[in-house]
Structure formats: structure tokens, C-alpha cells
């Protein structure tokens, strides 16, 4: 490896309040980085990334102002990080790591090359274990961290539960099924297309599903797959759905918000209001908000038991790869139009 | 007593979906009642009735459609029930009462005579003992219950934290604000006037207050009074204010719906729609509605806590008594015009 490397990063050129990012907000740069020793702390590394994760929080860290997810602003004209990312390692200052190890690094850089703290590093991957790469970012990484700690610790449905999921397609959708399923609850799910209904059910076990584009009436459809209730809602986009959810709660429900993806590209005033709170009071409904910084001393848990569901094929996995790191603004906009199956991941390196 | 009485009583004429209810709705009528021996069956109590405690969930039984707080409703031309009221005994058919007992019954009737079963009855009240009856249908009655189950079971603050209560000079505020002081919060209250203002800072203890009624922009005076952000709000009005204090919440905040006074009148189409929970996300709130039919095993536990705070002074009650049962329609009204202070009594008798 050379000394010197030329590493693309995207970067932060403007804010975006509201609206979808363009290349305005998000470049592509080219700079040049030493990865020489003396460049290197101690209790660091030099890597290549191999795997970026696209998770919809980022949109949040770019808008300029922290409410709603309350996540520190990325700064003008500094790269995008605090993704997780599949790294290898090109020369360590860490006697716990060596070159070519390949690493889960929970604060990466969207660079190709960064020199980044090892305390930053969340696990090693042994690539023959038979899980893939992308799933280490997906149903392993942040989303099935996500569909875990809504299922297993917010939500906790009993056998039985009548549960549904909303973006039930999507990287952290398709897992939370699964794990209720695993429970033993009749799980519903809402996705954006007729062929997403058909995944959901073929390939991730839902007992049912239906396609919110196609549905007038989310009050109706609910009625209609929910004929006893819900006593789970994973809500993973708010708005209008969250709405229609409440007519349909059965007492004591629970719902764990894990995130709103149809509000993160309004300014909050702008967003869809919940006329019908007052049933949270009436059927007595625990609604509860969640990051995954507050439970990072559980990701050691999801992962061992993730990791056997996965590799005796009890949670299945979709992953949407989409190659070469200048894809990467289209990728974090395509998690707000429906077009994907999945986790969204982008391939910098094979 | 005479075998027969005339007694009278406030009967559902008219569902009132929306809008205050009239004399359209809630009509008085006289009836004679049979409080003969033969009259009374097993296990029953022939009473009369002295006060009847007025609360805002009884709006919500007389919409015809039982969204919101899902309470079953009331029959059209059956008088109004349900309602906690201070009763003497005239005839019993239970040997654990006798004749003269002064009972709290939990579910009791709008009318001036009534025969009720004896498992209705919460509990004895010895009239000795320096505690005025209307507190027990206030500070010790269904207010001050569900008082104590949003600071002591469901918002459950720490010492120091920052307390919001709005609606703080009515039944359930004046005692939650007291019971956090109690806890060693900083307590601050929002009410409808610039006297009630002062009256629960002097009387009740808060630390501070504000006049919703004054302040044009909820946001600002929030910021103001919550300089440290909120850590625990007790919800008694919804709409606009629970929207406000979801932009002022701290971390891990809990948000303990006790019913949403400003929403009762509206259907649920026309209430006012909450704009930012993705800040609960963000801030990981827990936001949790509660009946308090859910948590009859805990009343005795409230009365002893309660009863020990009124008299050594610990808790302070104020209570505002209407005198005659043809009141009653008034009354209620009162709730939501924000035109009483403490605790809204009928007193029927003497």
C-alpha cells in the first residue's frame, strides 16, 4: 500500500431544512491522505471501507437544526461519518487488530480511506462464517439492532400478539417481522408496492400485508387485517399511518416509535399533526421513542442471538448493494421513495 | 324515612357528539323510589345521596361513540351513573353496613336516592376523623387517585426533576403538583388565570405558574419556566400544550396522559393534531395514557398515602361545592371553562 492515497469522501456543502438532499448539500470530493506510520496514533487504525450502511437517521444530521431526532449537525464542508461501515484494516496501531482484518466499525467515515480510533470498532468479522458482508450492516448493523430492541425490549409481544410493522420491506421492517414471528404473534405489515406485500409474506413470514400506496383508507385497511386489534405497532414512519393506528389499539397496547420516515424531510410544523391521542389514554397505550446510543450494552445480545437465527436460517435477509461510493446521496434518497427491498448498503470496495 | 321518597335525577335525553352538552341532553326529572324492606335485595343498600364528585370523563360517556377514552355510554332515558359519590346509608341488606354509615361509593348514581349494590362501595367514612367529606371525592377521591398514579406509578420523577402539570389549580393538578413537591421536584404549573396563578404557588406549593390564558405562544413560556427542559409532564389537557412541551423534553422524559380536557368536546376529526412526536424518538420519551379502572388494587394504597398527607397538612385541597342537584348540568359544564378552582362538588344534601 502507498503511502499517500487519493480517498473520495462525500461532504457537507449546505444544510437541507426540508426536501430531499441534491448535490447541493452533498459532494463528492477527492483528497489526498496519508496513511504512512507516523500518521497513525496510537490505538488507531488506517482502513479501506469496504460496505457503507445508509440508514435514514443521517438525513437528520444534515438539516441544520436538531429537533425531532436530536442528533448532532454534521459541519459545513466536513465528510458525512457516524456510519457503520465494513472496514479492512491497512495497518494497525492497535495490537488487537492486523492488517486485513476485516472490521464492523460503528462511527465510520463515508470516505474510501480514514484513520479512525480502534475504541470506534464494534466487532471483527470472520468473512467464512457464512454470513455475508452486507448483513453485517443490515440484519446484524444498525436496522436489526433497531427491529431488536422494538421487538425484544419495547414492544415485547406475547404469543398471540396481534402485530404490525410499517415499512415492513425495509432493512429494519423485514427483521422485526421475523422476530415477532419468532414469538409466535400474527404479524402485518404495510409496504409500498404490490410486490413488496408478496416478499413480505413469501420470503420474510408475515402472516399478511398491504401495499399503503394502494389504500385509501389506512382506517380501512386496518379494520380489515386488524379485525382484534393491534397490540404492537412498530412504527417506523409516523404521519398518517401512526394515526389510523391509534383508532385500531387494543388495551395496554404498546408502540415503539423507532422512527418517522415520512416526517424527515418536512420542518416540524409542517408535519402530519395526530388528532387522535386521546386514545392512548382510553386504551391506556405505552408509546415510547428509542435510540440505539441508549442501549449500546445490549448490541453484544442481538448480536449473538441474531447471528444463529441467521445462520440456521430462522431470520432471512434482503440486501439492495449498489456499487461504487459516488452512488451514495442517490442511495440515501432512495430510502424515502419506496424504491428499494431491504437494507440499503453501498459496495465502496469488493 | 318513608317507604316511598320522590327523588330526583339527571337522565341522558340526547347523545352530544360534540359541543357542551344542554339541557338538550342532560335533563333532570323526579321519580318515586321504593326504599321498602322488599325493595332492597340481598346485598344492597337503600341510600341517599350528600355529594356527587363532577368529572371530566363523564363528557366522554354521553357522545354516542365511545372513541378517546372508550367508556361504555350511557342509555338514552337512563339516569347518569358511574359517578363517585358520598352516600348514607337508609336501609341495608348487607350486615357490614347499618343505617347513618357514610359511604364513598364508586359508582354511584345522579340522583338523590338509590339502591346500590353493597360491592360498590370503596369504603367506610368516619366522619370524625378532620377530613371534610368533599375531599374524599377530591384529594381522596377519583382526582386525587389518578393524581398519584401519574406522579407516583407512571411519571415516577427523582428528586430534582423538572415537573410540568397543566391544568394545576384543577382537581387532579393541585394534588399531582403538591405530590411532586413532595418527591423534591421543581414543580410549575400552567392554569387559566392570573389568581389561580398565584393560588398554586401560594397555596399548593409550586414553584412557579403561568396564565395560559396570557401567554400567546406556549413555545416561549416554556422556555422560559423550563430553562432545563421538562422531565416529567402530567398531560390533563392535550392539544396545543402537549405540542408545546414536546419541543421542551429532556431525555428519557415520561409523558403520563391523564386525559386531555381541551380535546373532550371535539370528535376526533376535528381535535387539534400533534405535530412533533418524532421528538419522542429523538428524546426517547415515554408518553403512557392510564384509566384509572385499571388500578382499583391500588387504591388503598393511595388512601392510606393521601389520607396521612391531608391531615398532617403535608397536602392542602380546595374544593369548589354546588349547592342542589339541579347544579349538576352546570357544573360539569364548569370543567371546561376553566372557570373553578380544586375539586368540583354537587352537594345534594346536608
Same mark, same amino acid.
Not at 415503539?256 to 418517522?260: D, Q, S, V, Y
Given at each position: 500500500m502507498e503511502n499517500m492515497v487519493e480517498s473520495r469522501e462525500w461532504y457537507l456543502a449546505e444544510y437541507c431544512p426540508e426536501g430531499v438532499p441534491t448535490s447541493d448539500h452533498l459532494k463528492l470530493r477527492t483528497v489526498s491522505r496519508s496513511l504512512a506510520d507516523d500518521s497513525i496514533p496510537d490505538n488507531h487504525l488506517a482502513v479501506e471501507t469496504l460496505l457503507l450502511s445508509v440508514d435514514?437517521?443521517?438525513?437528520?444530521?444534515?438539516?441544520?437544526?436538531?429537533?425531532?431526532?436530536?442528533m448532532p449537525q454534521h459541519e459545513i464542508n466536513q465528510v458525512l461519518k457516524r456510519v457503520f461501515a465494513i472496514v479492512r484494516v491497512i495497518?494497525?496501531? $492497535?495490537? =488487537?487488530y492486523t492488517e486485513g482484518d476485516i472490521l464492523l466499525n460503528?462511527?465510520?467515515?463515508?470516505?474510501?480511506y480514514s484513520i479512525v480510533p480502534?475504541?470506534?470498532?464494534m466487532r471483527k468479522i470472520d468473512?467464512?462464517?457464512?454470513?455475508?458482508?452486507s448483513d453485517y450492516l443490515g440484519t446484524l448493523g444498525v436496522a436489526g439492532f433497531a427491529a431488536w430492541l422494538g421487538i425484544?425490549?419495547?414492544? $415485547?409481544? =406475547?404469543?398471540g400478539s396481534h402485530v404490525f410493522i410499517s415499512a415492513a420491506s425495509g432493512a429494519v421492517g423485514m427483521s422485526a417481522g421475523q422476530l415477532a414471528k419468532i414469538r409466535g404473534c400474527r404479524v402485518i405489515g404495510s409496504t409500498g408496492s404490490d410486490d413488496k406485500v408478496n416478499l413480505i409474506k413469501e420470503?420474510?413470514?408475515?402472516?399478511d400485508g398491504f401495499n399503503y400506496n394502494a389504500e385509501s383508507d389506512f382506517d380501512a385497511a386496518l379494520s380489515k387485517y386488524f379485525p382484534d386489534g393491534i397490540d404492537v405497532y412498530l412504527d417506523n414512519v409516523g404521519g398518517k399511518m401512526l394515526e389510523a393506528v391509534l383508532n385500531h389499539v387494543n388495551k395496554y397496547a404498546r408502540i415503539?416509535?423507532?422512527?418517522?420516515i415520512s416526517q424527515y424531510n418536512q420542518v416540524w410544523t409542517e408535519r402530519e399533526g395526530i388528532?387522535?391521542?386521546?386514545n392512548m389514554v382510553g386504551k391506556e397505550v405505552r408509546m415510547e421513542g428509542f435510540m440505539l446510543d441508549s442501549y449500546w450494552d445490549r448490541f453484544g445480545d442481538f448480536a449473538k442471538d441474531m447471528e444463529i437465527y441467521l445462520q440456521e436460517g430462522k431470520i432471512k435477509s434482503k440486501n439492495k448493494i449498489n456499487i461504487g461510493i459516488d452512488c451514495f446521496l442517490e442511495s440515501l434518497n432512495s430510502l424515502f421513495s419506496s424504491?428499494?427491498?431491504?437494507k440499503v448498503v453501498v459496495q465502496v470496495k469488493a
Open positions: 435514514p437517521y443521517l438525513r437528520r444530521t444534515i438539516t441544520g437544526t436538531i429537533d425531532g431526532l436530536y495497518r494497525s496501531k $492497535d495490537s =488487537k460503528g462511527n465510520g467515515y463515508v470516505a474510501e480502534s475504541s470506534d470498532i468473512p467464512a462464517n457464512g454470513i455475508s458482508l425484544e425490549v419495547i414492544g $415485547d409481544p =406475547k404469543p420470503e420474510f413470514g408475515y402472516d415503539p416509535l423507532c422512527g418517522m388528532r387522535n391521542l386521546l424504491s428499494n427491498i431491504g
